[in-house]
C-alpha cells in the first residue's frame, strides 16, 4: 500500500475517533498519542455469546475473585444435582459437571444460555469453597475467602466422644454432595480445613452411636479455631435384607429416612443386605425398590430395632402373588409393677428377631389394657416410656394363641436436685445410656428420676453456653438437693494504653461483628469496664472505645471456643490516634469524586467498611486493622488500587495516572460500538453513547489489554506503560 493511502486511512480513522469521544461524553479525556508498537495475539474470546454481544444468548460470562476482587485461576465451578438417596459423598467430576477451570484471571466462559445458579459451587486450590453469587455488570461472580480449619469434636448423650464418625461439610441442601469430609479420631475430633465462616453452611455427622442431624455452623451460628462440639442424639446401626414380593433378595435397593433432605441413605448390597448409619433407635425408615423411586406404592418401610436385623419384603411390582398373610393373635400387655401401669406416655413395641418384622400398632382393649396382634413365633415386646412414669423393660414371649405378658420396667432412683441459680430461658437435659431428654420442668421443682444403674449426665443450657455434670451414684449421693448451676462466663482482661503509656478511660464489649465505626456517637450497644464477662462462644471481637476523643478505638479478635475457658489475657493494647487513622481519597483525573469509593477488606470477615472521595469529613478507619487487612480502591472506569491497611498509618489512596483509550475499527473507517476491554483480567467497557473504551487508573509497567467485539474474533494486545503515560489502541478485529 501507498504511505499516501496509509496517512488518508489514519485520518478517516482519527476523525472517527474523535467523533466516537464526543458522543455523550462531557468529561475532556487528555489526546492519547497511539503506541508505536503492540504485542498481539488471538485468543479465546470470554464474552461470545454472551448477553453483551447477541440478543439470545448461548453463553455466561463467570469469574471467580479473592476478596480483594482479584481474579482466582485455576478455580473448578461445579454444578451439583440433588440425588433422590444421597450418600455422604465429595464434589467429584464422575458425578457433578465441571466448568472450568478458570483462566489466568480467574474468568470462564460457560457455553449454555444458562444455568440453576442455586446448585453452582466453586472450589479453588489455597481457599474455602463457597456457593455465594453475586451479578457484576453482565458478570457473575463467585468471591472467595482464604477460610480457616474448623477442629469439629463429636460427643455423645454422654458427652463421650465419638470415634470414626464422618463429618460432611455442605453448601447447599442435604441432597447435594459434601465438599469437605473428615474423620474423627479417638478423642472424636476431626478437622474441616478452610471453611468460610463468613456464611451460614451445614456440617452432618454420622456414627454407628449417634443419629444423623444436620449442624450449622458460620454466618453468626458457631465457629472457632479452638473447635466447636457437636451434640447428636443416640444413634443405632440398622442391618437386615431387602426381598421383593416373591422372596429374592434386591440389589441396589435404597434404604433410609425418607423424611429428611439427608436422610441418611443405603444401598443394598448385590446380595441384598444393608448396613445404615445414623437413625435414631426405634427409626421408621423406608425401602425404595431403586434409585428411581421415593416413597411410592412399591416401597417397603421397617423399624430400626438395636441389635435386631430386619428382612424388609418389598410389594409387589407386577402382579406377582405377594406373600400370604399370616395369622395373628391378641396378645395383652401389662407393667409387672402394678404401681406403674402403662399410660398413655408410654410407646408399646414388638419384634420378632429371627426376621425383624416389628408391631407398633397397639390398641387397647375393651377394659383399657394395651394389645398388639402378633403371629406365631418368638417376641420381645417393650414399653419405651418416660423415667418419671415407669421408665422402660422389655420381655419375651413365644406366641403360639392369644396371650398375656408382663413386662417388668427398669428400676429408676430420684435424684434431688437444687435450681435455684437457674433462670426461666436456661434448660436443662438428662443424658444417660439410649437416653437423651428434657428435665427442665421436674429440675425446677426439685427432684429427677435417674435410671438407678449406669451413667447419667446432666447438661444446663444457657444459649448458647452449656455446662454437663456427671450425676454422682446413688452411694454417693449426699442429704442435701445437689446443685444445677448455669455455665461459667469467660472473663476478659486486657492492659489497655494510650501514647506515653497512659491508661485513657474506655469502655470495652464483645460483638459478633466487626464494628464500622468507633465514637461517641456509637450509643447503640453499652459499653462496660474491664475485667469483662461474657456468655458468648466462639470467634468474637473485643471492643474498646476511648473516651478521649483524641483516640481511635481497638478492636481484637478473640476466640471463646465453646465456653471452656474462664479467662483469657489479650495482654497490652493500644489505643492509635485518630490522626493515624485517616484514609485520604484522591480520584483519578476526570473522575468525580462521587464516583470514587474505598472499601476496607479483613481476611476471612463482611466487614462492610466504606469511605467515599466525597465524604464532607474527613474518612477515618475506627480502629487499627488485622493483618493482610487492605483497602481497595474503586472509581468509574478505572483499574482498582489497592493499600495496605495493617501497617501504621494515614493511609493515601490514589490512582496511578496511567490510562488507555480503545477502539475497534471497520474497515470504512467507522468505529464498532458494544466494545468491551479486560486490563489485566478487569472488564471495563464504553457507555451507552460512546464507542471509545477508557481506562484510567494504570500504572507503570507491562499490562495485557484483550480486546472482543460482536462480529469480531478477540485478540490480546501487549504493551509497556511509562508513568502517567495514556495509549491509544487501534484494534483490528478480524470478522468471525
Not at 458522543?23 to 498481539?40: C, F, I, L, Y
Not at 393373635?329 to 418384622?357: E, H, K, L, M, Y
Not at 403371629?375 to 413365644?398: I, K, Q, T
Not at 476491554?677 to 472488564?683: A, K, N, Q, T, Y
Request: proline share 8%; with cysteine.
Amino acid at each position: 500500500m501507498k504511505r499516501t493511502a496509509i496517512n488518508v486511512g489514519i485520518a478517516v480513522l482519527f476523525g472517527s475517533w474523535l467523533a466516537a469521544r464526543s458522543e455523550g461524553d462531557d468529561k475532556e479525556r487528555p489526546q492519547a498519542n497511539p503506541p508505536s508498537t503492540w504485542a498481539v495475539r488471538d485468543v479465546a474470546d470470554p464474552f461470545e455469546g454472551t448477553a453483551d454481544f447477541v440478543v439470545k444468548p448461548t453463553a455466561l460470562s463467570v469469574r471467580v475473585v479473592d476478596q480483594q476482587g482479584r481474579g482466582i485461576p485455576g478455580a473448578r465451578i461445579y454444578y451439583v444435582g440433588e440425588a433422590t438417596h444421597p450418600l455422604p459423598r465429595l464434589v467429584n467430576e464422575k458425578d457433578d459437571v465441571l466448568y472450568g477451570p478458570t483462566d489466568e484471571w480467574g474468568r470462564l466462559r460457560i457455553d449454555e444460555a444458562e444455568v440453576s445458579w442455586s446448585h453452582m459451587l466453586v472450589l479453588a486450590e489455597g481457599y474455602a469453597p463457597s456457593n455465594e453469587w453475586r451479578s457484576a455488570g453482565s458478570d457473575s461472580v463467585c468471591e472467595l475467602a482464604r477460610g480457616e480449619d474448623l477442629p469439629v469434636t463429636v460427643v455423645d448423650p454422654l458427652e463421650r466422644p465419638v470415634a470414626n464418625a464422618l463429618v460432611g461439610y455442605r453448601l447447599y441442601c442435604g441432597h447435594t454432595p459434601d465438599v469437605r469430609q473428615a474423620t474423627t479420631d479417638a478423642n472424636g475430633r476431626a478437622v474441616l480445613p478452610r471453611i468460610d465462616r463468613r456464611h451460614t453452611k451445614w456440617l452432618w455427622p454420622v456414627g454407628e452411636s449417634i443419629a444423623a442431624e444436620d449442624f450449622a455452623t458460620g454466618g453468626g451460628y458457631d465457629f472457632s479455631r479452638r473447635g466447636i462440639l457437636l451434640r447428636p442424639e443416640w444413634g443405632v446401626v440398622a442391618t437386615g435384607t431387602v426381598v421383593d414380593a416373591k422372596g429374592i433378595r434386591v440389589a441396589g435397593a435404597a434404604v433410609g429416612d425418607g423424611g429428611w433432605h439427608r436422610g441418611p441413605w443405603t444401598f443394598t448390597d448385590r446380595n441384598g443386605t444393608f448396613r445404615l448409619l445414623g437413625l435414631a433407635p426405634f427409626d421408621h425408615f423406608q425401602v425404595d425398590p431403586d434409585d428411581d423411586t421415593l416413597g411410592e406404592a412399591t416401597s417397603g418401610n421397617a423399624v430400626a430395632v438395636p441389635g435386631v436385623a430386619s428382612q424388609v419384603r418389598l410389594p409387589s411390582k407386577d402382579g406377582s402373588p405377594e406373600e400370604a398373610e399370616e395369622a395373628t393373635f391378641t396378645i395383652r400387655v401389662r407393667s409387672a409393677d402394678a404401681a406403674r401401669p402403662i399410660t398413655r406416655n408410654d410407646q408399646v413395641i414388638a419384634w420378632r428377631p429371627v426376621d425383624g418384622r416389628v408391631a407398633d400398632r397397639a390398641e387397647r382393649g375393651s377394659d383399657g389394657t394395651v394389645e398388639l396382634l402378633l403371629p406365631a413365633g418368638s417376641w420381645v415386646v417393650r414399653l419405651e416410656g418416660p423415667l418419671e412414669y415407669g421408665g422402660s423393660g422389655e420381655a419375651s414371649l413365644d406366641v403360639k394363641g392369644p396371650a398375656e405378658v408382663n413386662v417388668q420396667r427398669e428400676t429408676t432412683r430420684t435424684f434431688r436436685v437444687d435450681a435455684s441459680a437457674l433462670t426461666e430461658e436456661d434448660l436443662v437435659r438428662l443424658g444417660a445410656l439410649g437416653r437423651s431428654v428434657d428435665v427442665t420442668e421436674a429440675a425446677r421443682k426439685g427432684s429427677i428420676v435417674l435410671p438407678a444403674s449406669g451413667v447419667s449426665v446432666l447438661q444446663v443450657a444457657r444459649p448458647p453456653r452449656m455446662r454437663s455434670v456427671q450425676v454422682p451414684p446413688a452411694a454417693a449421693t449426699g442429704a442435701s438437693p445437689f446443685p444445677l448451676l448455669p455455665p461459667s462466663a469467660t472473663t476478659i482482661t486486657a492492659r489497655l494504653r494510650g501514647p506515653g503509656d497512659a491508661e485513657p478511660k474506655a469502655g470495652v464489649r464483645i460483638e459478633s461483628r466487626l464494628p464500622t465505626f468507633l465514637s461517641e456517637d456509637d450509643e447503640e450497644v453499652e459499653t462496660e469496664a474491664l475485667p469483662l464477662a461474657t456468655e458468648s462462644i466462639g470467634l468474637a471481637w473485643f471492643v474498646a472505645r476511648p473516651k478521649d476523643e483524641k483516640l481511635a478505638g481497638v478492636a481484637v479478635e478473640v476466640d471463646l471456643g465453646h465456653g471452656e475457658l474462664p479467662t483469657i489475657d489479650l495482654g497490652e493494647l493500644r489505643f492509635p490516634e485518630r490522626s493515624s487513622m485517616i484514609v485520604s481519597i484522591e480520584p483519578p483525573s476526570g473522575v468525580a469524586a462521587e464516583e470514587t469509593f474505598v472499601r476496607g477488606e479483613v481476611p476471612n470477615i463482611d466487614w462492610g467498611w466504606l469511605a467515599t472521595a466525597a465524604a464532607e469529613e474527613p474518612n477515618r478507619l475506627p480502629f487499627s486493622l488485622p493483618a493482610d487487612s487492605m483497602l481497595v480502591g474503586s472509581a468509574k472506569n478505572c483499574v482498582p488500587v489497592r493499600v495496605p491497611a495493617d501497617g501504621p498509618g494515614p493511609y493515601r489512596v490514589a490512582w496511578p495516572k496511567g490510562a488507555l483509550e480503545v477502539v475497534v475499527p471497520t474497515a470504512n473507517g467507522e468505529i464498532l460500538d458494544r466494545v468491551h476491554v479486560l486490563v489485566d483480567g478487569e472488564r471495563f467497557e464504553a457507555g451507552p453513547a460512546r464507542r471509545v473504551v477508557w481506562v484510567g487508573g494504570i500504572a507503570a509497567g507491562e499490562h495485557r489489554v484483550l480486546v472482543a467485539a460482536p462480529g469480531r474474533k478477540a485478540r490480546e494486545y501487549r504493551a509497556t506503560w511509562a508513568d502517567g503515560e495514556t495509549k491509544w489502541l487501534s484494534a483490528d478485529l478480524p470478522s468471525r
